[in-house]
T-cell receptor, first 111, second 114 residues
């Protein structure tokens, strides 16, 4: 399973766009990139998943360059409630649910 | 639909005791996986069950075990508790079929070993 590297923490202000980049240099051909969000004392929550180029849903966008060695989670116009830890995961979609979490990025959104 | 339910939410046990945690997955989900979260080690995979069979196992000692019932509900057991077993134990369920790989997590069980 590919190892991921993310910034330990990031600060932002309400209303700003936040981009969190994840490095995964050893990503395999059949690996997908998935992001989860976790609030204190709660389980992680799925945000978005992608394989290449760009994926967008109602809460975020995921940008994946052609070499797939990194990915960027983009949160538009963050609010205080987006303060959380964000995890980037890389692994195959082989219906085997062994999620390997890294250290994550602790995002703090200030008023 | 109801989410993943974990019981109990909080638990205090003494060293040497054993504990059983329960997880009820989302209706229709057949895969249940368990994770341990501690401040020092982060989120670590324990094991995954699918159709009552353990498919994957993380790097944890044999004191950690689990099982899944025919209704997909799962339990995990920790025997001979150690202080280091104090953690938030999270359960996640997944649909598996149709290419859906999103994992839905419960609120967790906070275990404190004293």
């Amino acid at each position: 399973l590919a190892k991921t590297t993310q910034p330990i923490s990031m600060d932002s202000y309400e209303g700003q766009e936040v981009n969190i980049t994840c490095s995964h240099n050893n990503i395999a051909t059949n690996d997908y990139i998935t992001w989860y969000q976790q609030f204190p004392s709660q389980g992680p929550r799925f945000i978005i998943q992608g394989y290449k180029t760009k994926v967008t849903n109602e809460v975020a966008s995921l940008f994946i360059p052609a070499d797939r060695k990194s990915s960027t989670l983009s949160l538009p116009r963050v609010s205080l409630s987006d303060t959380a830890v964000y995890y980037c995961l890389v692994g195959p979609m082989d219906s085997s649910y062994k999620l390997i979490f890294g250290s994550g990025t602790r995002l703090l959104v200030r008023p | 639909k109801a989410g993943v339910t974990q019981t109990p939410r909080y638990l205090i046990k003494t060293r040497g005791q054993q504990v059983t945690l329960s997880c009820s997955p989302i209706s229709g989900h057949r895969s249940v996986s368990w994770y341990q979260q501690t401040p020092g080690q982060g989120l670590q995979f324990l094991f995954e069950y699918f159709s009552e069979t353990q498919r994957n196992k993380g790097n944890f000692p044999g004191r950690f075990s689990g099982r899944q019932f025919s209704n997909s509900r799962s339990e995990m057991n920790v025997s001979t508790l150690e202080l280091g077993d104090s953690a938030l134990y999270l359960c996640a369920s997944s649909l598996v079929e149709g290419g859906d790989t999103e994992a839905f997590f419960g609120q967790g069980t906070r275990l404190t070993v004293v």
